[in-house]
Structures are given as structure tokens and as C-alpha cells.
């Protein structure tokens, strides 16, 4: 009886339309029969025909473990938002401090190993191995993202189609950016700014780093939707094991074998690996929260262009770290080699601001992460109040981290300048830029967080606008030009206003997310009054 009713629905009734469906806000709110049926507890809701998104309840047994794992997602909409926050976040926040740390260690073992040029070498390199986590973005916070708003629908079939086309999509890419990667190498490093001296250093490292993309795309890609099965703490347990992998394997190969940058390439490669394996298993295991099923690995292009529209943001933001750090790099070149730094000194310089400028604001992306599925599913779900304290929970969290991070550049930046090895001749000029640099940071989580909020809840046009802005529109003028207009109003050469260009972006950025989200605080109250009134009509 259940499931000719079922059948009967699926046949008659369009979706968002007919008895069965009531219009909330603007979006169809599924209260037929078959919502019903499939909220029950030995039921599933799964697609019976190739219908997209349109889902029927057809009865599925279920076991306690898989009960278990639906109960993980489902608190995303009734657990205390604090609480979710915290508890998404901090593995999230743990997680990528330990990647940053990984950074700052990786470029001592490069400093004193390899020296400055080895230094120079990771710099240069930065562009194309910043590509690399663009494209892997592009999926997989896209394809987290859809996966999130999907589970609040309680669509999770159509979630684990996502995840499917995703993982097809990650290791795809990863193949083609392998091929072109090596085929197009020594172009690449030279226009990311590699002189004759820095060239066979970048190039050693970064043939392995680029054989080893499939790997650092599965990686990357596919721990997002760990967390958006309900699992932060085996999210951050990939993390943990690939950068713990990664500084054991680094000091191996890089100080006890003397592998130089092959042994930097081979010990990041091997740890991308292991996060593979380890991240890969929880989606294979039997009773998986979230499985990576057979029927789900078929490409449906619908899924992948929309999972792809929701990454362009986070993606963007990532190429436009690639294109702005070729423009440094090669400005860093032009103004280093007229300042008494020289090029390559002003390279090494580069370096260490930007792991130490990293390793403040990575807080602020691992709230950003842990927030990213609660939003979702809520905004799946349409509890926009409970979207909003998230959002504001989260902006609170991340400035009250950041900040005591700044305040250790502020008072304390020799520390950070001698950590690297550098030349004594260098150290001066790094703890002045240190502070330039990043004098503007505790603001940066609001960009963040807040533009993050955008890609979050499917908003993929406003997202992606915002990073262009921040990345592109804004910064990279403001490296264009900073050079030339603050040397007439400061006591700075040109090197030095290069290294303050980033924090005026900053400012500038922050600005722009704010006037965003005050047009969106707007539109939420709308959006809450309207279901206000018609929730009576609905019921």
C-alpha cells in the first residue's frame, strides 16, 4: 500500500506542485505522502527512476549504524548552533594550524638545507602549487556545499550523487593538471618569477609536487564531505595524519638523506598518500554515513556544472592568489634587485611572510570550513535564524583567534624573522615587513567567514563576485600602484610599499563583505516574515 502510493505520487504530482507540496518562501516544501513515509525510521528516500532530483520513499532497511550516521547529520538543524560551531570548527581550525605549521617547518628545513635559494625556490613555486588547490576547490568545496544544502533537503541520495560526480571530478582534474603541468613546467616557473639560480631548485620540486596531483586533489577534495557527514574529528584526523606524515618524511628526506627540494616534493607527495587512503576509507567502509556508492560515480552534467558554479568562489580566490603572487613575485624581482635586499633576498622575504601570514589567518578558513556545512543545511532546510547566529557566531570565534596571533607579529617579529634561517643582512628588513604585511589582520576573518557565508547557502554569483573583488579587482592594482603613490607620501621604497599593498586590500575587502551582508541581513527578515505568514496557510 505504502509503496503504490508512492509510485502513484511520483507519477501524478510534478515536483513542488499538487496537494503534496506547499510553497514557503518563495521554494517548494515537500509534505506529501511521500516526506511522510520517508521520515519514518525504515525508510529511505532514493531515487526509484533517472529523475534528477525528484526522490521517492521506497521502503529500505536500515541499520542501527546507518540510523547512527543519519542521526550525525540531522543535528545540524536542531543542536545548539554554539555548540555545532565549536565542535566543526576547532578539529577544522586544529587542522589547518598544523597544516600552516607543516609550512613554517617545511621552509626552516628548506632554509637551512637547501638556503636562501631553496627559499626563493618554494616562493616561485607558490603559484603553481596555489593552482593546484584552486582546482581542487572548485569540486570539492563546491561539491560540499551542494551535498550541505541537499542533506537539509533531506535529499541524501541526490547528496551522494554529489559526492560521486565529485570524486570522478577530482581525479580527473587531477590527471589533466599532471599532463599539463609537466609539459608546461619551466614556463610556468619562470613566469612566476625563477632567475637561472632559483630555476633547478623550483623545478626539482615541483616535477614531483605535479605527479602527485590526483593524490592531493582526493585529498583535499573529498575531506570536505567528512565533515558534512557529521564527522569534523575524522576530517581533521586526515589532516593530522598527512602533515604528521609530511614533517617526519620532510626532515628524512629533506635533512638526514640531503634530498634537497626532491626530497621536499617526495616527502609532500607521500603524505598526500596517506590523507588519500585515509580519507577514501571512510567513504568505503561498510556503513558509511555518507558511501561512495557505484550508480553515483556516473557523470550527470547538471550535478557537475552545479557543483562547479558553487566552487568558482573559493576557487577564484585561490587563482587569484596564483595570479597576484606571479605579479608580486615578478615585482619583488623588479624593486629587490634596486634595494639593498636584492631580488633573491627579497624573494626569501616573501617566503617568510607568507607562512607566517598563513599561519594567522588559518583559523579564520577553519571557522569558515566548520561553519560552511552547518549554513548549508540549515539553509536547505530554511531556518534562517539559525543561519544568521552561525554566521555571527563564527565572525566572533575567528577575530577572537586571529588577534592574539597578530599580536605575537606585532610585538614579537624578530622572533619570527630569525625562525627562518635567513641572513643577518635579511632580518631587519623581514621583521619590518612582517608587520606591514599583516598590521591589518584581525579584521580579516569578516572578509572571510562572511564571504564564505555566500557560497555556503548557493549564492555562487555574490560568493564568487566578492572574492574576484578581493583577489583581483582590488589587489592586484593596489600591487600595481603602491609602489609609485606611497613612496611620495611615506618615508618607503618602493619594496616597502609593495609589502603594505595586502593590508590595504584588506581594509578594502572587509568593506565590501559588510555592505554584502547588511543587504542580506534585509533580505533574511523579508524572507522570515513571509513564512511568518503563510505558515498557517501551509499547515
Avoid at 521502503?59 to 545548539?80: H, L, N, Y
Avoid at 547528496?159 to 593538471?177: D, M, Q, T
Avoid at 592531493?216 to 606524515?245: D, E, K, W, Y
Avoid at 593590508?503 to 563583505?513: A, E, H, P
Wanted: hydrophobic letters at 50%.
Amino acid at each position: 500500500m505504502q509503496r503504490g502510493s508512492t509510485m502513484e505520487e511520483k507519477k501524478g504530482t510534478p515536483r513542488g506542485g499538487g496537494e503534496g507540496a506547499s510553497r514557503v518562501g518563495g521554494e517548494a516544501e515537500d509534505t506529501s505522502l511521500s516526506a511522510q513515509i520517508a521520515a519514518q525510521e525504515p525508510f529511505e528516500r532514493r531515487p526509484v527512476l533517472d529523475t534528477g532530483d525528484l526522490e521517492v520513499a521506497v521502503p529500505v532497511a536500515r541499520t542501527d549504524q546507518q540510523r547512527a550516521g543519519d542521526a550525525k547529520i540531522d543535528r545540524m538543524g536542531t543542536a545548539s548552533t554554539l555548540k555545532l560551531l565549536l565542535e566543526f570548527s576547532i578539529p577544522a581550525v586544529f587542522g589547518v594550524l598544523v597544516q600552516t605549521l607543516y609550512n613554517v617547518i617545511d621552509a626552516v628545513y628548506v632554509g637551512a638545507a637547501v638556503g636562501e635559494n631553496g627559499l626563493a625556490a618554494t616562493t616561485v613555486a607558490n603559484p603553481a602549487m596555489t593552482f593546484m588547490v584552486a582546482v581542487a576547490m572548485l569540486v570539492g568545496v563546491g561539491g560540499n556545499a551542494l551535498a550541505a544544502i541537499k542533506l537539509g533537503e533531506r535529499k541524501k541520495r541526490v547528496a551522494e550523487r554529489v559526492l560521486g560526480n565529485s570524486f570522478v571530478l577530482l581525479v580527473g582534474a587531477g590527471v589533466v593538471a599532471w599532463i599539463v603541468g609537466l609539459a608546461a613546467l619551466d614556463p610556468i616557473l619562470r613566469a612566476s618569477g625563477a632567475d637561472n639560480a632559483v630555476l633547478p631548485h623550483a623545478r626539482a620540486f615541483m616535477t614531483v609536487i605535479i605527479a602527485g596531483c590526483p593524490l592531493q586533489f582526493v585529498a583535499f577534495g573529498m575531506n570536505n564531505f567528512i565533515r558534512t557527514a557529521g564527522h569534523p574529528n575524522r576530517a581533521l584526523g586526515s589532516m593530522l595524519v598527512g602533515t604528521g606524515a609530511n614533517i617526519v618524511l620532510g626532515y628524512l628526506f629533506i635533512i638526514v638523506l640531503d634530498g634537497g627540494m626532491t626530497g621536499a616534493g617526495l616527502a609532500t607527495v607521500c603524505s598526500w598518500a596517506l590523507s588519500a587512503a585515509f580519507v577514501m576509507q571512510f567513504f568505503l567502509k561498510k556503513g558509511s554515513p555518507m558511501p561512495l556508492r557505484r550508480e553515483a560515480l556516473g557523470i550527470k552534467w547538471r550535478v557537475a556544472l552545479r557543483i562547479c558554479a558553487l566552487g568558482v568562489a573559493p576557487s577564484v580566490m585561490e587563482l587569484g592568489f596564483a595570479v597576484s603572487n606571479m605579479i608580486m613575485n615578478n615585482l619583488l624581482l623588479s624593486y629587490g634587485a634596486s634595494d639593498p635586499l636584492g631580488s633573491d633576498g627579497a624573494l626569501a622575504v616573501m617566503r617568510v611572510l607568507s607562512a607566517v601570514g598563513m599561519f594567522t589567518i588559518m583559523p579564520s578558513m577553519g571557522i569558515a570550513m566548520g561553519a560552511q556545512p552547518i549554513i548549508g543545511y540549515n539553509y536547505g532546510a530554511r531556518k534562517f535564524g539559525r543561519m544568521k547566529r552561525t554566521l555571527g557566531q563564527g565572525i566572533l570565534l575567528g577575530i577572537a583567534i586571529t588577534t592574539p596571533l597578530w599580536l605575537t607579529v606585532l610585538f614579537l617579529p624578530d622572533m619570527y624573522a630569525h625562525l627562518f634561517s635567513l641572513p643577518e643582512a635579511y632580518l631587519d628588513a623581514t621583521a619590518w615587513a612582517l608587520i606591514a604585511y599583516l598590521v591589518f589582520i584581525p579584521i580579516l576573518p569578516v572578509a572571510l567567514i562572511g564571504s564564505n557565508y555566500f557560497d555556503a547557502t548557493g549564492q555562487a554569483l555574490k560568493a564568487t563576485l566578492l572574492t574576484l573583488t578581493r583577489q583581483i579587482l582590488f589587489f592586484i592594482p593596489l600591487l600595481l600602484a603602491s609602489p609609485h603613490v606611497l613612496p611620495l607620501v611615506l618615508p618607503w621604497t618602493p619594496l616597502q610599499s609593495l609589502f603594505f599593498a595586502p593590508s590595504i586590500s584588506d581594509i578594502t575587502s572587509t568593506l565590501l563583505v559588510v555592505a554584502f551582508l547588511a543587504a542580506e541581513w534585509r533580505r533574511l527578515r523579508k524572507l522570515e516574515a513571509r513564512e511568518a505568514l503563510e505558515a498557517p496557510v501551509a499547515s
